[in-house]
């Protein structure tokens, strides 16, 4: 019994996906739940696994190709394992949607270690005939990433002595096309504009410092930096409902909660999963939250849910060592947060001179409907929750 396969359901706010790499061939056996191919939305990378065990008996669809909710893109027949005459995807699709491959790609494609990466990386070793045992990585723990399988396909093809320079022309991923059509809306219709402060953590890493061991025997997940920042920025939205609110035409949307977008950099681009009602959240939980956010993004693993909502953002640019810059709020939330690197600097403290961990923090908004006031006044009460950590036990 042939049984399809269909693309997920999708939310209303993306109109379709595309096909970035099948992990099975017409004719593979197949198990139920393994995964036969990855889907490329604007947002993620989406897994579709096969709904019973069987033989794959035909692909509807190549890699490259745009497909929509619910549409069926493949065919498995049911319980069998013998030999299945394998149905290929229609030659004009495949050739219309997979990227030429340089002439070296003639000879079979050197085999890859598909569960060793990430989809995006996965998809650019095919097409680019790499070998990723073969590629130094540089992603966390020495994945091995789309930028690195790039880099190394254009470094094969210099090759020649005497100064080559190569260059090479790479479509925008979906993901990456979405990001910058994201940054020039909220561009061309936010007023925005940053204001900047800046916190001494001493106490909060003395706090980390006496407290962390415990921490982490008690709630099994080391204390980190982030979940003082958002604790203190739900604090703070409970105070300034109007940098949690957006704009709806000519409406604003006040949210009596704090739902919180957590920036998380991927090898294909930034993400940011939602947590959701941090006023409720317990330091552990946001730190647990968090990881398994960052976890989720490096593996591929994000759901779609996990990245819809969202009434503020927190990003941490320290994170690869930037001293101060200006976010860019993500419409239609109406104001974010950035952080960044700790640096000891010499301040006045008490008429004395002394040497503290100070960071520079940044809020962009919508001048729209928060005035430079509501804004100050915000990243000055996160100033003073992040200098007096008791505060925020305390809910002040």
């Known amino acids: 019994m042939a049984i399809e396969v269909k693309v997920p359901v999708l939310p209303e706010s993306v109109s379709d996906a595309t096909i970035a790499a099948w992990h099975k061939k017409a004719g593979d056996a197949v198990k139920r739940d393994e995964n036969l191919l990855d889907l490329e939305t604007d947002k ?20 490259g190709s745009t497909v929509n909710s619910q549409q069926v893109i493949a065919l498995i027949e049911e319980g069998s394992v013998a030999a299945v005459a394998p149905v290929a995807a229609d030659a004009p699709k495949a050739a219309a949607a997979v990227p030429a491959a340089p002439a070296k790609a003639a000879a079979s494609p050197a085999p890859v270690a598909a569960d060793a990466l990430p989809p995006g ?3 650019t070793a095919v097409t680019s005939n790499v070998n990723p045992a073969d590629v130094a990585g540089t992603g966390r723990h020495g994945m091995v990433t789309k930028e690195d399988i790039v880099n190394y396909a254009s ?5 020649v002595s005497g100064g080559a320079r190569p260059e090479e022309r790479v479509p925008m991923t979906r993901m990456r ?45 080391k204390l980190g930096f982030m979940s003082f920042f958002a604790k203190a920025a739900a604090n703070a939205l409970q105070k300034y409902p109007v940098v949690n609110a957006s704009v709806d035409g000519n409406d604003i949307i006040y949210h009596g909660y704090a739902d919180i ?37 490096r593996e591929g693993g994000l759901k779609l849910e996990d990245l819809q909502g969202g009434t503020f953002t927190i990003t941490n640019g320290g994170t690869f060592g930037s001293l101060m810059s200006t976010p860019i709020v993500n419409p239609p939330q109406s104001a974010i947060l950035g952080m960044h690197t700790i640096k000891e600097r010499a ?6 001179v002394i040497a503290a961990p100070m960071m520079y923090i940044a809020i962009s908004y919508d001048h729209r409907i928060i005035d430079g006031k ?23």
């Open 347 to 352: 301040i006045v403290e008490n008429g004395q």
């Open 44 to 63: 993620v990378v989406l897994e579709v696994p096969s709904p019973v065990d069987g033989v794959l008996k035909e692909i509807k669809f190549a890699e």
């Open 374 to 396: 509501d804004a100050v006044l915000f990243l000055v009460d996160i100033k003073n929750q992040l200098e007096n950590p008791h505060r925020m036990l305390l809910g002040m």
């Open 261 to 297: 977008s957590v920036a998380v950099s991927t090898d294909k681009g930034l993400v940011t999963p939602v947590l959701r009602n941090v006023e409720r959240m317990s330091f552990a939980d946001i730190e647990k939250g968090i990881a398994g956010y960052a976890k989720a993004a």
């Open 155 to 159: 470094g094969k093809t210099a090759g």
């Open 121 to 123: 990386a996965r998809f």
């Open 177 to 221: 096309a979405r990001i910058a059509e994201r940054l020039m809306q909220s561009k061309n219709s936010i007023a925005m504009l940053t204001s900047f402060n800046e916190v001494n953590l001493a106490k909060v890493m003395q706090m980390r410092k006496e407290l962390g061991e415990a921490f982490e025997k008690a709630n099994g997940i």
